[in-house]
């Protein structure tokens, strides 16, 4: 075995040329009676470390009959066992990061106990304290906050979920790595924070659709023979290049039809291989998407649906039972991940689809309805409407606001996705994605004309604005503002937000505030506000607020923003 060390890209093409020697080195040392040792590797808190193995033996099927753990013991004696993946041929590769300082020790189990290239063998990790600036290495992981309304990173210090929707990011369509860099710092610029992705099993096609290809081909052979680490290869340098840049991934197994072609057996092994490949990153798990639709042409779809929630409910124990590392658990749904499932205690948190189509007083409604259910936990929608989806009528970046503060501000303000049609599917101004199994073509903006669509900008905004207020006290209110869209206020009154989606008037009563209270509006397609005249005041009975008649883009959208601090 030899060790790749604590870098995203080790000196893969040096390390194999030494791969056999070391292997076989091992062998002998086992024959001889000495235990097998790792190298000892160093990295900092957080950032990942690599070992890799090389079976003694030849293997018909090494992906389907191999099993390898190297249970890590740390600092403080914890155990963890973190599954290890066929990297192709006779290597095993092990991926394991820790916040924790200190000395991490491991020894290697395979279900194959005489195999002295993979079973038995030892090693440690000195993880250091981190010393650069990067979130995601600094402040850790992103978790459940204490309030379990919120995100947070791993130390407590509070992390806004600002999504966007590459679904197929990982196809070769999108180039690596002028392309993909080139969509990464655009996001990375304007303040996104996560990126949902899909890990090779997409939706809109069938199964080895050409249209999935990455750049190493497919990831799974014809008919699930067996996986294709070549694939995941590729995909590796584009997740670690997001979180390079600050970009939690969230990464979705696959669309939640494809279970039943794998069948649940091999479901579970492909989330296998993708926590042991990925787990040691910073990522959010997403079971599958819209994970209880049937196939497209189903003719059975009642039956296949109540099939999909029960054996995705099994994956997802399985998936929560061999991560290691304890990354949040979701699945992007139909309209409510919890709905998905046969126990949404599962869930992390709820993500939500809400409707392309949908008016938008029902993502209000749905966003709301959320956060009243238990068990609590954040709530976001991770689908909503797409900026430039070709549906009747057009969606515009109106229509992707009017969703963004319509459902943020009613479900507690943790975070939203962003969609732009013609990123998730990577459209190309010569060759447009083309139709869905069920007929539909959504439209052929492609990926660079879509990434500068306004919408995304103009949530950056959004975002700019929550984090100068007390956005991770917010919660929904319904008995404070009259004729908002939706409204959000901290539990003191300090601080509240309420969205009028069409220019109406907003009646806000008294009770909640004390003391004088700063008024204005905020444009939410320029950033800018407009101070409420003779702001700030009193606020002891009923007050009747009017918008300025048009926002910057023409529109009539404005935030009712109130602080008393």
């Known amino acids: 075995m030899v060790q790749d060390g604590s870098r995203p890209n080790g000196r893969d093409c040096v390390q194999m040329k030494s791969l056999s020697i070391v292997g076989i080195l091992g062998a002998l040392l086992v024959l001889a009676g000495e235990p097998v040792r790792a190298a000892s590797v160093s990295a900092e808190a957080n950032r990942r470390a690599e070992w890799s193995f090389v079976s003694a033996k030849d293997y018909s099927d090494p992906f389907g009959n191999v099993t390898l753990d ?188 494809h279970l039943p072609w794998l069948g649940t057996a ?8 993708l926590m042991a490949r990925w787990g040691a990153l910073p990522v959010v798990w997403c079971a599958s998407g819209e994970q209880a639709m049937p196939w497209y042409l189903s003719g059975n779809k ?9 054996e995705w409910t099994e994956v997802i124990r399985f998936i929560r039972a061999t991560d290691p590392f304890g990354r949040m658990v979701t699945t992007h749904p139909r309209s409510n991940a919890r709905d998905e499932v046969l126990d949404p205690a599962l869930m992390d948190f709820e993500m939500q689809q809400t409707g392309h189509g949908s008016p938008t007083e029902a993502h209000a409604a749905k966003a709301l309805a959320g956060w009243n259910r238990a068990p609590r936990m954040p709530v976001i929608s991770g689908e909503s409407r797409y900026e430039a989806l070709e549906i009747t009528p057009m969606l515009h970046a109106r229509e992707a606001r009017e969703a963004f503060w319509a459902h943020l501000l009613n479900s507690g303000c943790a975070g939203h996705t962003y969609g732009a049609n013609g990123i998730w599917q990577v459209n190309l101004p010569d060759k ?27 949530l950056a905004r959004a975002k700019k604005l929550l984090l100068t207020l007390p956005w991770n006290e917010l919660a929904p209110v319904t008995d404070v503002f009259s004729g908002a869209t939706s409204a959000a206020i901290t539990p003191d009154g300090r601080c509240a937000l309420a969205f009028a989606a069409s220019g109406q008037v907003i009646t806000v009563k008294p009770g909640r505030f004390h003391g004088q209270v700063a008024a204005r509006w905020f444009d939410p397609t320029s950033g800018d506000s407009k101070l409420i005249d003779d702001s700030p005041f009193l606020i002891s009975s009923a007050r009747e607020l009017s918008p300025p008649e048009r926002n910057a883009a023409g529109d009539r959208d404005w935030v009712l923003v109130l602080d008393a601090r």
């Open 70 to 257: 190297a249970v890590f013991t740390t600092p403080d004696g914890r155990q963890l066992r973190v599954p290890a993946f066929w990297a192709g041929g006779n290597v095993w590769r092990v991926r394991y990061a820790s916040p924790q300082p200190g000395t991490h020790r491991f020894r290697t189990e395979c279900n194959d106990a005489g195999n002295p290239g993979l079973h038995g063998i030892t090693g440690e990790v000195e993880v250091k304290p981190y010393s650069g600036d990067n979130p995601l290495f600094r402040h850790g992981p992103i978790r459940v906050a204490d309030d379990r309304r919120h995100f947070a990173h791993a130390d407590g210090t509070p992390f806004f979920w600002l999504g966007d929707t590459w679904w197929m990011g990982l196809t070769k369509r999108l180039t690596w790595p002028e392309d993909f860099q080139a969509l990464a710092a655009d996001r990375r610029g304007k303040g996104f924070t996560v990126i949902q992705i899909v890990a090779g099993l997409y939706p809109d096609m069938p199964a080895f659709d050409e249209r999935g290809l990455g750049d190493a081909g497919l990831p799974w052979e014809k008919n699930y023979a067996g996986i294709r680490p070549e694939y995941f290869d590729a995909a590796d340098r584009r997740i670690e290049h997001l979180v390079e840049q600050g970009l939690t991934p969230c990464i979705l197994g696959c669309w939640g039809y």
């Open 266 to 273: 091999k479901m579970k092994q492909h989330w296998r291989y």
């Open 302 to 310: 009642e039956a296949e649906t109540q099939q999909l929630r029960r």
């Open 432 to 458: 447009r994605f083309g139709k869905s199994p069920s007929g539909n073509d959504w439209g052929g903006t492609p990926w660079r004309d879509a990434m500068n669509l306004p919408g995304s900008t103009q």
